[in-house]
């Protein structure tokens, strides 16, 4: 992966999961919980941004990677069994990791709110800034290759969108 261009904006979403709560009575309802990753990229090099519990608010969860426009680096998301999130990005230069998530700890989501959230990776390019004020603004993100593995865990009919 590599930012190619960052004009006018001041950072490029890269990477996120997000939840999507069914809660039970099949009301579709988003909060500010479900987003549990943003890697975003920006001067101060490739972030990782995470939730903290009650009162919820948006952290930079590490240190963040010192990652130049135009280099090439990898990143690896894991989030394990006892809801420990890790980031790893990889200067593909130097060969150099950064953890810039190490072990942040989602231990505090309830039980409830697992149980009715089903959460989901997205890869992309998310400028900053949605108003671009000259067609030379915006960024540009070369995605190379996407690998994503999961446990699959069926999801009941009764919750899927539109009867699927």
Known sequence: M????LVGDKSVVLGQIHGDSLPSGG?????????VLKLQFSSAGVCAHVKTP???REIIAGPCAPI?????????VTMNETKQLTVLVVH????VSYKVADSYDYSFYSADFLQ???FYFKAGAYCGDDVLR????????????INTTHPHEPIPKQQMPNGI
């Not at 009301?27 to 987003?35: P, R």
């Not at 593909?92 to 060969?95: D, E, I, K, L, W």
């Not at 000259?134 to 290759?145: D, H």
């Open 2 to 5: 590599r930012v190619s261009r």
């Open 27 to 35: 009301v579709h309802s988003l909060s500010e919980w479900e987003m």
């Open 54 to 56: 009650v009162p919820i």
């Open 68 to 76: 130049h426009i135009g280099e090439l680096f990898e990143y690896q």
């Open 92 to 95: 593909s230069g130097s060969g």
């Open 116 to 118: 009715e959230t089903r």
């Open 134 to 145: 000259l067609p030379s603004e915006g960024c540009s993100v070369e995605l190379q290759r």
